[in-house]
């Protein structure tokens, strides 16, 4: 840590714990939120002083998050899971058969022995079963209708441009124009895809060549998705500082 | 490396090399003005999102929608103008739901804003709603309640008690009793659903912007019921809801005109650059300094 950034360290420290006294002091209500928004406040601006560089402040709060989720995430697996599947059945109900299930999942600790880890794969391997076991049903349930829907009539069987009632037995032009798209950009991608021979021959050059600048105008549209989901979250955080925390806008 | 970019002094090199504090300094002052003084930009509804809205109000009075939220604030910029609208619609119609969640947060997050909303449609807990929780393991989960909902969920989430201890699971048994499920999220959950739910059941999905483009494909395919684009979902929702007399304007509408504002920045970010390296590169071509 270089001078600047100790002092960047001691004096954001010391703003942001009288910070915290005076917000408890002035928000702290009975079944009031305000005291929570306080603080929302104070960790968005620390956790964004990394826009202007990496520093101890950021941190800080950065480790705070991680210690309050992890610590939330333990005290929810205990009270939604441990309890009420496992505890409350075995020792309240008399449910004793599923005590097994307690020694086999702390199994899994001894990935931390070395002499013992072999242990550790016991309970893996028993997921790993039920995962394998699942598997068909998964794949067949999420990609039988894709295939099924990737066959696709790419003749209109009603001359119009576009149908108001679209139907299974009805296809408009701008329908049949949708499905041949659909159809020409399947085919190129998967010629892009096969890799058992060479693309020498000229059809199969360009219709995969076809298939990459395809792909390629899908990322694009993904990336774009992308930024949204980002300024979306900017936004957000934006209008919690200057609505929700400082009040700056009247009521709309 | 060419003449242009070694002189850095030059307008149309600085213009390639703005410091990017700068950039966030500008975005956060375009993206604050609009947060500030709000205003309403035009938007055509996504027939994805229209599709989601009729599946929902098409709910029979004996059943139920079961709404996943498997999400937390992190995203509450997308996730929670979409629930928010969501719930808009299913208070006002007195249709009835059950929550769950993939996720410890995301079983609060629902839980807080349910909460808020409740009192303003006399919606009771047990009566109209209940809360299943957190849901550790979601294929087990899922198929669990296609059987049976008591043996998969022993207690609910906020009053710890059986399921038959609320009025509005008396006539709730299995998955055939529920309409749709509807699972908002900012990761590739919905896929959980549309593998392991009873065949039948609708499934809508309220994705992260992030995520929709790769829940296109199933809604194509018709294994999505309808599907709601991140914040524009959320107020295409938004305006459905009014359309129909079933809610009002929130958060979908208020964010769209900054993050309208922050594209327009981008676009123009991005049209600088490459207009001062075009220049930049002809000049150098023409023996200049770029400059």
């Known amino acids: 840590m270089n001078r600047q ?4 360290g001691i004096v954001g420290l010391a703003l942001a714990v009288p910070l915290a006294i005076v917000g408890y002091i002035v928000f702290q209500k009975p079944g009031s939120t305000a005291f929570n928004a ?66 086999l999942a702390l199994l899994a600790y001894f990935v931390f022995s070395k002499r013992h880890g072999w242990l550790s794969r016991i309970p893996l391997v028993i997921l790993a ?40 037995d009805s296809l408009s ?80 | 490396m060419d003449e242009a970019a070694d002189t850095k002094s030059g307008l149309l090199w600085k213009l390639q090399n703005i410091d990017r504090r700068i950039l966030y300094l500008v975005l956060l002052v375009v993206v604050a003005i609009p947060v500030l003084r709000p205003m309403n930009i035009t938007n055509a509804v996504d027939p994805m999102s229209e599709a989601l809205w009729k599946t929902i109000d098409a709910t029979p009075a ?51 804003i349910v909460r808020d909303m409740a009192p303003r449609y006399n919606y009771q807990y047990g009566r109209d709603w209940v809360h299943l929780g957190f849901q550790a393991s979601p294929n087990n989960f899922v198929k669990g309640i296609n059987a049976d909902f008591r043996k998969t969920v022993r207690q609910d989430f906020v009053e710890k008690k059986p399921l038959d201890a609320f009025p509005m699971m008396a006539r709730v048994k299995s ?11 900012a990761s590739a959950v919905h896929n959980i659903w549309m593998q392991f739910i009873k065949p039948g059941v609708r499934v809508g ?30 107020y295409d929702y938004e305006q459905l809801n009014v359309r129909n007399g079933t809610g009002r304007y929130g958060m979908g509408r208020e964010y769209m005109a900054p993050l309208s504002a922050a594209f327009a920045l981008v676009i123009v970010s991005i049209t600088i650059g490459n207009v001062a390296m075009f220049l930049g590169r002809k000049q150098t071509r023409r023996g200049g300094s770029g400059s």
Not at chain 1, 5 to 8: A, E, G, N, S, Y
Not at chain 1, 42 to 48: M, R, S
Not at chain 1, 149 to 154: A, E, G, M, Y
Not at chain 1, 236 to 250: A, I, K, N, P
Request: aromatic fraction near 14%; charge should be positive; proline fraction near 6%.
């Open chain 1, 5 to 8: 950034d100790r002092i960047f």
């Open chain 1, 38 to 103: 306080f603080l929302g406040g104070i960790a968005t601006l620390a956790l964004y002083s990394l826009l202007y560089r990496e520093n101890p402040i950021y941190r800080l709060f950065e480790h705070v998050y991680l210690g309050l989720a992890a610590g939330y995430v333990s005290m929810m697996a205990i009270t939604s899971v441990v309890r009420p599947k496992w505890y409350e059945p075995v020792f309240e109900k008399g449910q004793w058969l599923w005590l097994w299930a307690l020694p």
């Open chain 1, 129 to 168: 079963g039920f995962a394998a076991g699942q598997a068909f049903q998964a794949f067949a349930n999420l990609y039988f209708p894709q295939i099924r829907d990737s066959f696709r009539p790419v003749w209109p069987t009603t001359w119009r441009l576009d149908n108001p009632n679209p139907s299974p």
């Open chain 1, 173 to 252: 032009i701008s329908g049949a124009l949708n499905n041949i798209l659909f159809v020409v950009t399947l085919i190129s991608v998967l010629a892009y895809f096969l890799f058992s021979f060479e693309h020498k021959k000229p059809v199969v050059r360009s219709t995969a060549q076809l298939g990459r600048w395809l792909i390629m105008i899908g990322f694009g549209a993904i990336f774009g998705s992308t930024i949204m989901t980002r300024f979306a979250l900017l936004v957000d955080r934006m209008s919690f500082l200057l609505v929700e925390w400082l009040h700056l806008r009247g009521p709309t």
């Open chain 2, 62 to 112: 004996d059943k139920i929608v079961l709404v996943s939220s498997t999400w937390s604030k992190a995203t509450r910029g997308e996730n929670g103008g979409q629930t928010r609208a969501l719930m808009e619609h299913l208070m006002n119609r007195r249709i009835r739901f059950a929550l769950s969640s993939f996720t410890a947060p995301g079983a609060q997050v629902i839980l807080d």
């Open chain 2, 175 to 185: 998955i055939d009793d529920v309409h749709m499920v509807v699972e908002i999220s």
């Open chain 2, 205 to 234: 999905f309220c994705p992260t912007s992030v995520m929709a483009p790769e829940s296109l494909p199933y809604y194509s395919s018709r294994q999505l019921a309808g599907v709601l684009w991140g914040a524009k979902g959320a």
